[in-house]
């Protein structure tokens, strides 16, 4: 089925990843072909299983910015130069350890596929040869760019493959993916139809924390062979699109129960709600995140009302300070932690504010420190209800947070206890947590129930 645990952990080349309609949507420069040598020659070179440390790669051929080329190791862009279409090169982004970096640009234009393979391929070359492996906690690929700056390791690669053209023209302000834009600017998540190239249409399901059940997965792998051509592509926020769905086949395949549970057009706070594995699965996680964010997403849309043109709202759970689930690049982001509540230790979360991509990625603002986790939807809730009551007409979270500036908001989010019931408050490393139901389920006039 196309999946491998090669290089799935430890110091080596991780998933190569790039816009989920990759090959199939309006690309300004095609990537497929690309992303699938990486794949096979990076990826799969035995000689560079053994990086420095873990090593990101993305590409992005469309114009919304969707494989998130600012928080990379190494990313591409698309560009123009003398008429010509190709890539920009980015390097030395990315998250984790509370020293986030924006990926930083080269000044260098690959004018085809095959000068960004060589430019990406010396790029990981010299991180393995040169790269720290001393000091774990500042070896990625974004301390090695600040160690060496973009002019030198600019050089460095011409001095192996000769002179490089300059960047070209980008089109980071078209750049519409967690861009915290109002939603008529778009929004770019792949949640919802859309259409494809060839005039099929793709259908993105959103999946409550990215959880699927595996007879979900069954149902999900039968629908798109009934309504599509049998492949099924994975979205950067946890999410699945059936892809290559004639015209003619859309209304039978919405109407299919699979899309009532996992809903194409779901609630605004589950559609931006990414979670890391947290505890259940990761040893260095501090909190439980699955099960607490799909309880806290069905808790906040019985309890919160958003303005309507709020499409989407990005709260993103990590369970430390990795950020595995980016909450640094979130409207609304929840980094797990622990803290002493009544004289025990809980869980708990940081939370931070006005996070994004887009033209100008930016990072959260930290603007509340170990809120006890059962706190933390009361905490979100007065946020929320602030940012609606506030902003301006037609304004987005991230905007108003810009205009808000963070001191004012710090009083906004402190901790409250509601009727929310945390399902693993004062325990962190259970092997099994009760999970909550859908949260797309409709709502109704009774409370729904946490059993």
């Known amino acids: 089925v196309g999946v491998t645990s090669r290089s799935a952990g430890g110091d080596t080349m991780r998933n190569i990843t790039g816009c989920p309609l990759a090959g199939k949507g309006e690309e300004y420069v095609e990537t497929q072909p690309l992303l699938d040598r990486f794949q096979a020659e990076l990826r799969g070179d035995d000689a560079l299983a053994n990086m420095p440390r873990k090593f990101n790669i993305s590409a992005t051929g469309c114009h919304e910015g969707c494989a998130q080329d600012a928080i990379n190791d190494v990313g591409l862009e698309p560009a123009e130069k003398d008429g010509e279409r190709g890539f920009n090169v980015r390097v030395g982004g990315g998250l984790g350890g509370r020293e986030p970096r924006r990926a930083r640009s080269l000044n260098v234009f690959a ?17 393995h040869e040169d790269g720290d492996r001393q000091n774990r906690s500042k070896n990625r690929a974004r301390f090695f760019v600040d160690e060496h700056g973009t002019e030198r390791i600019r050089d460095e690669l011409e001095e192996r493959l000769g002179p490089l053209e300059s ?33 099929r249409r793709y259908v993105g399901l959103s999946v409550a924390v990215g959880r699927l059940a595996a007879e979900d997965v069954i149902e999900l792998a039968d629908l798109a062979d009934e309504y599509g051509s049998g492949e099924v592509r ?66 906040l849309r019985d309890n919160v009302d958003l303005p309507d043109d709020v499409e989407h709202l990005h709260m993103h759970f990590s369970g430390c300070t990795a950020d595995c689930g980016q909450a640094m690049t979130a ?64 304004e987005s ?3 108003w947070v810009d205009r808000t500036g963070t001191e004012p908001i710090v009083e906004l989010c402190a901790g409250e206890e509601t009727d929310y019931e945390d399902p693993c408050l004062h325990d962190a490393k259970q092997s099994w947590y009760p999970f ?10 009774e409370v729904a129930s946490d059993d």
């Open 234 to 299: 994975l979205t950067r926020r946890q999410n699945p699109l059936i892809v290559d769905v004639p015209e003619a086949a859309l209304e039978d395949l919405l109407a299919e129960p699979l899309l009532e549970k996992h809903r194409p057009e779901p609630n605004p706070f589950q559609r931006g709600a990414i979670a890391c594995t947290g505890t259940e699965f990761c040893s260095l996680a501090l909190t439980e995140t699955k099960a607490r964010m799909a309880r806290m997403l069905r808790w």
């Open 436 to 445: 909550a139901e859908p949260e797309a389920a409709p709502a109704t006039d």
């Open 111 to 127: 004018a085809d596929a095959e000068e960004a393979y060589r430019i990406v391929r010396a790029f990981v070359e010299l991180y």
């Open 167 to 199: 960047a070209g023209s980008d089109f980071r302000e078209k750049y519409t993916y967690n861009a915290g834009l109002p939603a008529d600017d778009g929004r770019a998540d792949h949640v919802g139809v859309g259409p494809q190239a060839d005039d």
């Open 397 to 399: 979270f991230r905007q």
């Open 331 to 394: 409207d609304i982001g929840l980094q797990g932690m622990r803290a002493r509540k009544d004289g025990e230790m809980v869980e708990a979360v940081d939370i931070g504010v006005g996070g994004g991509l887009g033209e100008q990625p930016s990072f959260v603002e930290w603007v509340n420190q170990r809120v006890p986790a059962d706190e933390a939807p009361g905490a979100v809730r007065n946020l929320v209800e602030a940012f609606a009551a506030h902003r301006e007409p037609g």
